[in-house]
């Protein structure tokens, strides 16, 4: 059965809503979808949010993307550059079928049967190659591997341009003269498509020539052409300072994370926390930027939507290389999301979200606790004492500023507000046509999952150990001291997947159930903390003299902390902010276990001294 990972929201798409298939009859606005139910004819007017895939999944099975081996993800992101002419090629027929098979030496059932696992599944992961999957893609010999490189940079990546075609004739020509195997002319292509499009334009076409399809250039942005075709994302540490939700006393500046689409200039989505820029919180902002808003808006009080959700057709990255990750990549592939980092030494990629940030940098500074871009800026001001708003009250400050008041004024980059154009190029006017709706996102739990760190572990007699935790679950006793499967001297490592926030449990990958599992702590009585305190934890132990630091030990200076924190939480910003990091970190593991029964996010707590002080963009504030 094929994976539905998303929501068609188009004109004669199925779908279902309240438990009944329905046909989408039109679509209203951004919120506001048309449903026909053929059985009986009644039409009905649903939102978004509301929708589900017509069809369901029988069973629960989910694919990892880091148990799939590289040669197989290859031979999918073949298979993919095969089919992706013929995807959005209108009025489609079978002769373009036929002339991208021929083209490819393929047969045209077969093309046409990718095209039916993509089309219905929008996932990556339905291409590869139907091979036993405890073995994985066909392995080449080291020397027939060397060759194929050889081949690539002798022939391909030249000016003279040679075709793929000539790249596997050559390579089968060495392979015979050095009685070696020739590999398959796909095999040859796989490894082509997974070199970088960039160095490929370089190589092929000249420096200058790279730059002009690579290099953003001021005013425009190569590709930004409609409504996600570009999301940039970068981060920055915000001008303000923020008080813990207890005692409201300063705990210091947060980051923030934030995703931009560069054609209408929305934000398509952020993350705000105490923890410094990462993997982590990339993923957690593009998930926010993927899913629809509706349950997070339900938090706030905006007077407008934000009307936002969908998958990036290209997501432009900082290149820290904190920030790279085959995680990150492989998840993006995953979802069809086409992942650049910005070069080094060019800062003209990003300028677009730049300007985002510092407009957003100019009203922050008119809030209390501001500390202002510089000290002549800043003055006498006395930022820490001035201090008001906690995390929790900040994003709620955010969201409405972002909602109600930066999407809707006057761009002057685009000539109109960033959500008219947003209109504009979703549903189009009477001169030029909308792209539709954006694709929904069906299992939210999943995408959550996908852009989560993992750890690879064996599982032994008392379950597994991840930086000298140990977790148990029955559900891991089937794979206790299980023999790898290349090499059975050496016990089979399984993945594990961990949200750093939130080490009380892990999330295991059963690969013959192929379905995740939540395994807790296997002494229930630990207390949840991050991977932060965990390493605080450490050094706390070592610093006491510790020289066999095991769990107890971590537990008991964790212990210890805490209860440091709790007596000079009055004195100490520090330990605040630790205490409000844990905090968030807690309620961000409940919205991941939320959606794995339903979509529903859990809103944020929000503690308020006064019930009467509220602070809104444009608000005027003393001091």
């Known amino acids: ?365 008119t809030l209390p606790g501001s500390t202002f871009s510089n000290p002549r800026e800043k003055g006498e001001y006395d930022s820490e004492g001035k201090a008001a708003l906690t995390l929790s009250e900040f994003e709620e400050w955010l969201t409405i500023y972002t909602v109600d008041v930066y999407h809707q004024k006057f761009h002057t980059g685009i000539g109109m507000a960033p959500v008219q154009a947003w209109n504009l190029g979703i549903l189009g006017s009477k001169d030029k046509p909308g792209i539709g709706l954006p694709a929904k996102i069906a299992d939210e739990f999943k995408l959550r999952l996908d852009l989560m760190p993992f750890e690879l572990r064996a599982v032994l007699d008392y379950g597994v150990q991840i930086d000298k935790i140990h977790y148990y679950s029955d559900v891991l006793r089937t794979w206790i001291n299980a023999p790898d499967l290349d090499e059975p001297k050496k016990k089979r490592k399984f993945r594990f997947r961990r949200d750093p926030r939130d080490l009380s449990r892990i999330w295991f990958f059963d690969p013959e159930l192929e379905t995740y599992f939540a395994i807790p702590y296997r002494n229930l009585s630990h207390p949840p903390i991050s991977i932060w305190e965990l390493r605080e934890a450490r050094k706390r132990a070592e610093d006491l003299g510790v020289k066999d630091i095991d769990e107890n030990a971590i537990f008991d200076a964790c212990d210890q902390m805490r209860s440091i924190e709790t007596a000079a939480v009055q004195a100490s910003k520090a330990a605040r902010r630790m205490q409000q990091r844990r905090k968030t970190h807690q309620l961000s593991h409940q919205i991941i276990e939320q959606s794995r029964s339903e979509p529903e996010l859990v809103p944020a707590p929000t503690v308020t001294a006064n019930a009467e002080e509220v602070y809104l963009p444009f608000d005027e504030l003393e001091g």
């Not at 290099?215 to 409504?227: L, N, R, V, W």
């Open 1 to 365: 059965m094929v994976k539905i990972a998303l929501v068609e929201l188009k004109p004669g798409k199925l779908v279902s809503y309240q438990g009944r298939v329905h046909r989408i009859r039109r679509v209203d606005s951004l919120d506001k979808i048309e449903l026909l139910d053929d059985s009986n004819q009644a039409v009905t007017v649903a939102t978004v949010e509301d929708l589900q895939p017509a069809v369901q999944t029988p069973d629960n099975t989910q694919t990892d993307l880091h148990a799939i081996s590289d040669d197989a993800w290859a031979v999918a992101k073949q298979r993919l550059s095969v089919i992706k002419p013929l995807l959005d090629k209108p009025n489609r027929t079978r002769a373009d079928v036929t002339a991208q098979a021929e083209l490819n030496e393929l047969h045209t059932n077969t093309v046409y049967g990718w095209l039916r696992l993509y089309e219905q599944s929008g996932l990556l992961s339905e291409l590869l190659p139907r091979t036993r999957s405890d073995k994985g893609a066909v392995r080449l010999l080291p020397a027939v591997e060397q060759i194929i490189r050889d081949v690539i940079e002798t022939e391909y990546l030249t000016k003279q341009k040679r075709t793929q075609q000539k790249v596997c004739d050559e390579v089968r020509k060495r392979c015979i003269r050095q009685n070696l195997p020739a590999p398959h002319n796909n095999s040859v292509r796989n490894r082509i498509s997974q070199l970088q499009r960039e160095l490929v334009a370089a190589s092929r076409l000249g420096r200058k020539t790279a730059d002009l399809s690579f290099k953003p250039h001021e005013g425009s942005f190569p590709g930004a052409d409609y409504p996600l075709a570009v999301v940039q994302i970068d981060h920055t540490k915000l001008d303000i300072i923020l008080v813990d939700d207890h005692y409201r006393q300063p705990i210091g500046r947060p980051w923030i994370t934030l995703a931009f689409d560069v054609h209408s200039r929305m934000v398509v989505g952020f993350y705000v926390s105490f923890d410094p820029p990462s993997a982590l919180s990339t993923g957690l902002c593009l998930t926010h930027s993927i899913l629809t808003k509706d349950q997070w808006l339900n938090k706030y009080r905006t007077q407008q939507k934000w009307p936002v959700w969908g998958l990036p057709a290209k997501v432009h990255l900082d290149n820290a290389k904190e920030f790279r990750g085959n995680m990150l990549q492989r998840s993006c592939e995953q979802y069809g999301i086409d992942l650049e980092w910005r070069p080094v030494a060019r800062p003209n990629f990003g300028g677009h979200i730049e300007r985002a940030l510092g407009s957003f940098a100019k009203e922050i500074h």
